[in-house]
């Protein structure tokens, strides 16, 4: 029985050589390799910060030497500007300081002119409604009036007495036709102030006159109808001399009848009546 043969040492010397050439290689396992070529891409990663971080001083320089050169250029600029300055002449610098003295220098301005006063001249009417009722039976000699403007007065298109202008007044005569046989009922207003508003006032004249119907024989038979009826109440209280009495009580009876129910003028308040201006009157535009 035959034993196969152990195989050869010169079979086996080539695959010795081959490892110790590898060996010598420098041949590392798996493991080696990616631990190398990990560091190796570390170190290409920190050279390429520092190059980056270079490049960034680099022009952080270059701006901040942009901006000194800057500076300089303003400097310069300003020091040419003062040197220029200080060669003009004299005349120069006082025309200009006085060119900016009179640009800062307010102009004086003039007032305007005050518009001139419209004249409302004389025999001018004026359209009033009474303010104060006026009464020939109520109303005194002396009471103050008033009445109030119904319509502008205009005095070369522009409006010299506005619509709600004040007109006062006194009444300087009163005539009753309850108090005076067979007279004739009158009452006259002189009105002597005129007030736009109540900050302003103008003296000026006008007048108003209103009169009323005599009622004449009318107070005639009302006295001798009042003697009459006097009479017959005389004899119904004395004796024989009561129809004299009577007949005096009678008259003056009659009298006072007739003085309590004569015409009158009446001029409620709101009445509208004309007034004349007898003077020419200044108002203000």
Do not use: Y
């Amino acid at each position: 029985m035959t034993h196969p043969k152990a195989p050869s040492k010169l079979v086996l010397l080539p695959a010795a050589l081959a490892a110790l050439m590898l060996a010598a290689c420098g041949g590392s396992t798996p493991e080696e390799k990616a631990a190398e070529e990990t560091a190796a891409e570390a170190e290409k990663a920190a050279d390429e910060l520092t190059a980056k971080e270079e490049e960034l001083a680099k022009r952080e320089a270059e701006l901040a030497l942009k901006e000194k050169e800057a500076e300089l250029a303003q400097r310069e600029a300003a020091l040419t500007s003062k040197e220029q300055t200080a060669k003009k002449p004299a005349s120069t610098t006082k025309s200009t300081a006085a060119a900016t003295t009179a640009a800062t220098t307010p102009v004086k301005t003039q007032p305007a002119a005050a518009p001139k006063p419209l004249i409302v001249p004389a025999g001018t009417r004026l359209s009033a409604e009474m303010v104060t009722p006026v009464s020939t039976k109520t109303t005194r000699k002396g009471d103050r009036v008033e009445a109030r403007v119904v319509s502008d007065v205009m005095v070369d298109g522009k409006r010299a007495i506005p619509t709600g202008t004040i007109l006062s007044g006194t009444v300087t005569e009163r005539v009753s036709g309850s108090n005076e046989i067979g007279a004739t009922p009158k009452i006259a207003i002189a009105f002597d102030t005129l007030a736009p508003d109540a900050d302003h006032a103008v003296s000026m004249s006008a007048s108003l006159v209103q009169t009323g119907k005599s009622e004449g024989g009318k107070d005639t038979a009302k006295i001798a109808g009042g003697a009459v009826a006097g009479a017959v109440i005389g004899h119904q209280v004395s004796s024989d001399k009561g129809a004299v009495i009577g007949g005096l009580l009678g008259a003056a009876a009659g009298t006072a009848a007739a003085k309590n129910t004569g015409n009158e003028v009446e001029l409620p308040a709101g009445t509208v009546v004309s007034v004349t201006l007898d003077n020419a009157v200044e108002m203000k535009p």
